[in-house]
């Protein structure tokens, strides 16, 4: 699977994540969300530049807990919960948040 | 977004559906990529031969394995087994009954391997050569077993379909058609060391987070270590634990307990997965391999006793397989038991009088619980046969004040599963584990309409997880689903008999 | 066998054909279920945790139906009815097979007329099932007609020998005896004990390679007969 956009072509897998991580770019990440019918707002880019910063350094997504924390943090203490999380992003903080931040998908019991 | 899934209205009740033939005939899991296949051993592609190494190898499995074997054989197509699998009540398809299921399989058995098979016509024997249409639909039903052996507690004959799915599997990966979802993942646990792929500097970064949390909560300096040369414990806990909620709850509970216990206990980088794929598609030299980095992980860090997570088919692999698989255990302290499971660890702390507990801690929590399938029906935990029911439930009645059981027939071993089970917890399944648990919803939604129960707890990282993720679709919010060492976290006081 | 006639000779050959069938094709079955290594434990659990309790286990099984009990009462009802009541008719067939006959073949003779009936009745019932029920009726394959009927029939020309057209049953007893002693005699010409002792062959033909060895199998099952040790004493596995 694949899409195009602004002329360059993105390789996906079957669930619709990058397969080229290093492609990914602020636009990608617009598309894929668009995609998943979400409305990209501040809050959404918190969560994706936090995602991205972590798996950078750990080259893994990071623990549910670890992303409410840091969120919460940030944004006030009443949105680090999974709550919030999920209100961002219905399809679950791990793999929806993680396939706009174009993260590989988590695999294994989540 | 996928399209919502459509779902019955919960009623309490458990209503055995008539059939509708084909319903999920177009249930396909994604197949394994090249590398995830070869990684394992098993051809990159379809071998060009197909047919007959499959039925070469399912000759080679009939002469290996005794379940096969007889369950091939004496079947008499009863049907008590067929109205017990939840992914036929959820779906309908008939051939989600177990002897249907079973039937993908045993009639090209009766083709090659028995003499009527081979000499009369099919149409009298019910016999089928393994044709294009036969592999698609072993491909699609074999993976919509979650191998929760259900069925083989009513067979007359303890025929278990666990058995036959596995059979399947081996046989399609032998000749290159693997599933995406578990070869994927053991190649990660075999080149990584636990299923999520998380590397070691990754894993103690988690866990230095989880020692800060716990003591910014409590106050208390409770330790989370990681690769600890010489601790008396090697805690082996399935990856999810530090990746999910609520699987960290649980996961921080074992640490407190440990902490109270006054034993010195470590996760190891190396072995950092109690889960096992191998089990799932049926392929023994695999299981072997992930369950042999916990022994060498136990030897190289010179631990006294191994004990393991709340993770349910694990507990299967390491209660009834490891010994056979890596034994003997002979490099362990023998005054405990090889594996433990940390429920027993509890449990024998609480009736030793080791915990100082405060029920009221869980008492916004009106509590039930799950029995995990491989657990149920699997394993066992302490001294008597079905100690693997009571263990956990002595736990939770020791941590909270509410406690209430489900329907009888949906409980203990006649639990009914996740629906996520088995390999198949994955995205293009989500409609099956919607289906699939259906049963377990009824059952839940009656006791939280009649005696406000709010809270379901259990000891599987995978019906933690598929029970968050589908439970909604039926209106029952994912803050249900509780780790049953959660409630114990919340309840110990600590520093309160440390060591006893 | 001089002097016997030709059907006669023609029915002795096929009986020691159909015994042969029906002991070596069991036989080796039961070698082979017997013979094929168990890798890895997997008695379904709560499990008996002594050998003794396992034997115990697979004992209710087999004189009980313990777990189709579990699973649906109105198939145990007619399975449980159909077994008793087929063992009761095989003991009272004993009586063409020993000579003298036991007190306790003689005293299970007027039960085991019943029984003959009942058994017919259950197989009929079962049939009905099969047919009856949405679930059953896609699982049924001609087998188990088959199997059904062929039984059926068997107990229905046996009761229309007792009650119908009565058979001479001194003659029958002496052709039996004569066939399990190797010496064969004269068979009585009676068309129904023909009929009946034919459709008795098939089944002894059929058994060794149809579901009915589930009869000799179900002692061979892991999940049922396996003791679970398996923390305590090492399970290993000879293939690997």
Same mark, same amino acid.
């Given at each position: 699977?694949?899409?195009?956009?602004?002329?360059?072509?993105?390789?996906?897998?079957?669930?619709?994540?990058?397969?080229?991580?290093?492609?990914?770019?602020?636009?990608?990440?617009?598309?894929?969300?668009?995609?998943?019918?979400?409305?990209?707002?501040?809050?959404?880019?918190?969560?994706?530049?936090?995602?991205?910063?972590?798996?950078?350094?750990?080259?893994?997504?990071?623990?549910?807990?670890?992303?409410?924390?840091?969120?919460?943090?940030?944004?006030?203490?009443?949105?680090?919960?999974?709550?919030?999380?999920?209100?961002?992003?219905?399809?679950?903080?791990?793999?929806?948040?993680?396939?706009?931040?174009?993260?590989?998908?988590?695999?294994?019991?989540? | 977004?996928?399209?919502?899934?459509?779902?019955?209205?919960?009623?309490?009740?458990?209503?055995?559906?008539?059939?509708?033939?084909?319903?999920?005939?177009?249930?396909?899991?994604?197949?394994?990529?090249?590398?995830?296949?070869?990684?394992?051993?098993?051809?990159?592609?379809?071998?060009?031969?197909?047919?007959?190494?499959?039925?070469?190898?399912?000759?080679?499995?009939?002469?290996?394995?005794?379940?096969?074997?007889?369950?091939?054989?004496?079947?008499?197509?009863?049907?008590?087994?067929?109205?017990?699998?939840?992914?036929?009540?959820?779906?309908?398809?008939?051939?989600?009954?177990?002897?249907?299921?079973?039937?993908?399989?045993?009639?090209?058995?009766?083709?090659?391997?028995?003499?009527?098979?081979?000499?009369?016509?099919?149409?009298?024997?019910?016999?089928?050569?393994?044709?294009?249409?036969?592999?698609?639909?072993?491909?699609?039903?074999?993976?919509?077993?979650?191998?929760?052996?259900?069925?083989?507690?009513?067979?007359?004959?303890?025929?278990?379909?666990?058995?036959?799915?596995?059979?399947?599997?081996?046989?399609?990966?032998?000749? &290159?058609?693997?599933?995406?979802?578990?070869?994927?993942?053991?190649?990660?646990?075999?080149?990584?060391?636990?299923?999520?792929?998380?590397?070691?500097?990754?894993?103690?970064?988690?866990?230095?987070?989880?020692?800060?949390?716990?003591?910014?909560?409590?106050?208390?300096?409770?330790?989370?270590?990681?690769?600890?040369?010489?601790?008396?414990?090697?805690?082996?806990?399935?990856?999810?634990?530090?990746?999910?909620?609520?699987?960290?709850?649980?996961?921080?509970?074992?640490?407190?307990?440990?902490?109270?216990?006054?034993?010195?206990?470590?996760?190891?980088?190396?072995?950092?997965?109690?889960?096992?794929?191998?089990?799932?598609?049926?392929?023994?030299?695999?299981?072997?391999?992930?369950?042999?980095?916990?022994?060498?992980?136990?030897?190289?860090?010179?631990?006294?006793?191994?004990?393991?997570?709340?993770?349910?088919?694990?507990?299967?692999?390491?209660?009834?397989?490891?010994?056979?698989?890596?034994?003997?255990?002979?490099?362990?302290?023998?005054?405990?038991?090889?594996?433990?499971?940390?429920?027993?660890?509890?449990?024998?702390?609480?009736?030793?009088?080791?915990?100082?507990?405060?029920?009221?801690?869980?008492?916004?929590?009106?509590?039930?619980?799950?029995?995990?399938?491989?657990?149920?029906?699997?394993?066992?935990?302490?001294?008597?046969? &079905?100690?693997?029911?009571?263990?956990?439930?002595?736990?939770?009645?020791?941590?909270?004040?509410?406690?209430?059981?489900?329907?009888?027939?949906?409980?203990?071993?006649?639990?009914?599963?996740?629906?996520?089970?088995?390999?198949?917890?994955?995205?293009?399944?989500?409609?099956?584990?919607?289906?699939?648990?259906?049963?377990?919803?009824?059952?839940?939604?009656?006791?939280?309409?009649?005696?406000?129960?709010?809270?379901?707890?259990?000891?599987?990282?995978?019906?933690?997880?598929?029970?968050?993720?589908?439970?909604?679709?039926?209106?029952?919010?994912?803050?249900?689903?509780?780790?049953?060492?959660?409630?114990?976290?919340?309840?110990?006081?600590?520093?309160?008999?440390?060591?006893? | 066998?001089?002097?016997?006639?030709?059907?006669?000779?023609?029915?002795?050959?096929?009986?020691?054909?159909?015994?042969?069938?029906?002991?070596?094709?069991?036989?080796?079955?039961?070698?082979?279920?017997?013979?094929?290594?168990?890798?890895?434990?997997?008695?379904?659990?709560?499990?008996?945790?002594?050998?003794?309790?396992?034997?115990?286990?697979?004992?209710?099984?087999?004189?009980?139906?313990?777990?189709?009990?579990?699973?649906?009462?109105?198939?145990?009802?007619?399975?449980?009815?159909?077994?008793?009541?087929?063992?009761?008719?095989?003991?009272?067939?004993?009586?063409?097979?020993?000579?003298?006959?036991?007190?306790?073949?003689?005293?299970?003779?007027?039960?085991?007329?019943?029984?003959?009936?009942?058994?017919?009745?259950?197989?009929?019932?079962?049939?009905?099932?099969?047919?009856?029920?949405?679930?059953?009726?896609?699982?049924?394959?001609?087998?188990?007609?088959?199997?059904?009927?062929?039984?059926?029939?068997?107990?229905?020309?046996?009761?229309?020998?007792?009650?119908?057209?009565?058979?001479?049953?001194?003659?029958?007893?002496?052709?039996?005896?004569?066939?399990?002693?190797?010496?064969?005699?004269?068979?009585?010409?009676?068309?129904?004990?023909?009929?009946?002792?034919?459709?008795?062959?098939?089944?002894?033909?059929?058994?060794?390679?149809?579901?009915?060895?589930?009869?000799?199998?179900?002692?061979?099952?892991?999940?049922?007969?396996?003791?679970?040790?398996?923390?305590?004493?090492?399970?290993?596995?000879?293939?690997?």
């Amino acid at each position: 699977m694949a899409f195009d956009l602004n002329g360059v072509t993105y390789e996906t897998d079957e669930d619709g994540y990058l397969v080229n991580l290093d492609q990914w770019n602020k636009d990608v990440a617009q598309y894929l969300a668009t995609q998943e019918g979400l409305d990209m707002t501040d809050a959404h880019w918190e969560v994706v530049d936090f995602l991205r910063e972590y798996y950078d350094e750990y080259k893994i997504a990071p623990m549910i807990r670890i992303l409410t924390k840091a969120i919460g943090q940030k944004l006030g203490k009443e949105k680090g919960n999974t709550k919030y999380l999920y209100d961002l992003y219905p399809g679950g903080p791990a793999k929806q948040a993680c396939k706009i931040a174009g993260l590989p998908k988590p695999t294994g019991c989540v | 977004m996928a399209a919502k899934i459509e779902t019955e209205t919960l009623t309490g009740d458990i209503n055995i559906p008539s059939i509708q033939p084909g319903a999920t005939a177009h249930y396909k899991s994604n197949p394994a990529k090249e590398d995830h296949n070869k990684f394992l051993g098993f051809p990159g592609a379809r071998v060009e031969n197909w047919r007959e190494a499959a039925v070469e190898h399912m000759g080679e499995l009939l002469g290996k394995y005794k379940s096969l074997r007889v369950f091939m054989d004496i079947c008499v197509r009863c049907g008590s087994c067929a109205d017990k699998c939840h992914y036929y009540i959820g779906t309908r398809d008939p051939n989600n009954m177990p002897v249907a299921r079973q039937e993908l399989m045993r009639k090209v058995y009766r083709k090659y391997f028995t003499p009527a098979g081979k000499l009369l016509p099919d149409s009298l024997t019910g016999a089928s050569e393994l044709t294009e249409a036969v592999m698609t639909e072993w491909y699609s039903y074999f993976h919509q077993c979650s191998q929760c052996r259900r069925c083989s507690v009513y067979c007359p004959y303890g025929i278990d379909t666990a058995e036959v799915s596995m059979a399947a599997r081996e046989i399609m990966d032998h000749v &290159g058609i693997g599933q995406k979802y578990c070869n994927e993942i053991l190649g990660k646990v075999l080149k990584v060391g636990n299923n999520l792929g998380i590397e070691p500097h990754a894993l103690k970064n988690t866990l230095e987070f989880v020692e800060e949390d716990v003591k910014e909560v409590t106050g208390a300096d409770v330790r989370y270590p990681m690769d600890e040369k010489g601790a008396d414990v090697l805690l082996v806990a399935p990856s999810a634990d530090f990746f999910s909620t609520p699987h960290i709850e649980g996961f921080t509970g074992y640490g407190k307990v440990f902490h109270e216990a006054g034993v010195s206990w470590t996760v190891s980088s190396y072995a950092s997965e109690f889960a096992n794929f191998g089990m799932f598609i049926g392929n023994y030299d695999t299981m072997k391999k992930v369950a042999q980095r916990i022994r060498d992980a136990a030897l190289d860090l010179g631990v006294k006793r191994i004990v393991v997570g709340e993770c349910g088919h694990a507990w299967r692999v390491g209660y009834s397989f490891w010994n056979t698989l890596i034994g003997p255990f002979d490099f362990l302290d023998p005054k405990y038991p090889a594996p433990q499971h940390i429920c027993e660890f509890t449990l024998d702390l609480i009736r030793r009088d080791g915990l100082k507990l405060d029920k009221s801690a869980n008492d916004e929590f009106t509590v039930t619980f799950h029995d995990s399938c491989n657990v149920a029906r699997g394993s066992r935990m302490g001294d008597m046969p &079905g100690g693997q029911f009571e263990v956990p439930r002595e736990i939770i009645k020791a941590v909270c004040n509410k406690y209430v059981e489900m329907d009888q027939n949906t409980i203990r071993e006649f639990t009914y599963c996740c629906g996520g089970g088995g390999g198949l917890l994955t995205d293009e399944l989500m409609d099956l584990r919607v289906k699939g648990v259906l049963p377990r919803a009824n059952a839940l939604k009656e006791v939280m309409d009649r005696h406000g129960v709010n809270t379901m707890a259990m000891i599987c990282a995978i019906c933690k997880a598929q029970f968050t993720k589908v439970l909604p679709n039926y209106g029952i919010p994912m803050e249900t689903v509780a780790s049953l060492h959660q409630l114990v976290s919340n309840a110990v006081v600590l520093g309160g008999k440390i060591g006893v | 066998m001089g002097g016997l006639s030709a059907l006669s000779i023609l029915f002795a050959a096929m009986f020691y054909a159909a015994a042969a069938a029906l002991f070596f094709g069991f036989l080796s079955k039961i070698y082979q279920f017997a013979a094929t290594p168990s890798p890895l434990k997997i008695p379904t659990a709560p499990a008996p945790t002594t050998a003794l309790g396992a034997a115990g286990r697979v004992a209710g099984e087999v004189l009980f139906f313990t777990s189709l009990f579990k699973g649906n009462k109105w198939t145990w009802l007619g399975g449980y009815v159909f077994h008793v009541a087929l063992a009761l008719v095989l003991l009272r067939h004993l009586r063409y097979f020993l000579q003298p006959t036991p007190k306790l073949v003689e005293l299970a003779g007027p039960p085991g007329v019943w029984a003959g009936i009942i058994m017919t009745a259950a197989l009929v019932y079962l049939w009905i099932r099969r047919k009856a029920v949405d679930r059953a009726a896609y699982i049924s394959l001609l087998a188990d007609y088959f199997a059904l009927g062929l039984i059926a029939l068997i107990g229905v020309t046996g009761l229309v020998m007792k009650f119908v057209i009565r058979t001479d049953v001194a003659a029958v007893k002496s052709f039996i005896i004569g066939l399990v002693t190797f010496s064969p005699v004269e068979m009585p010409a009676d068309p129904m004990f023909m009929l009946h002792l034919l459709l008795v062959m098939a089944l002894m033909v059929y058994f060794p390679f149809s579901k009915l060895l589930h009869a000799g199998g179900v002692f061979f099952s892991p999940t049922r007969a396996q003791v679970d040790d398996c923390r305590e004493r090492r399970h290993v596995n000879p293939w690997a």
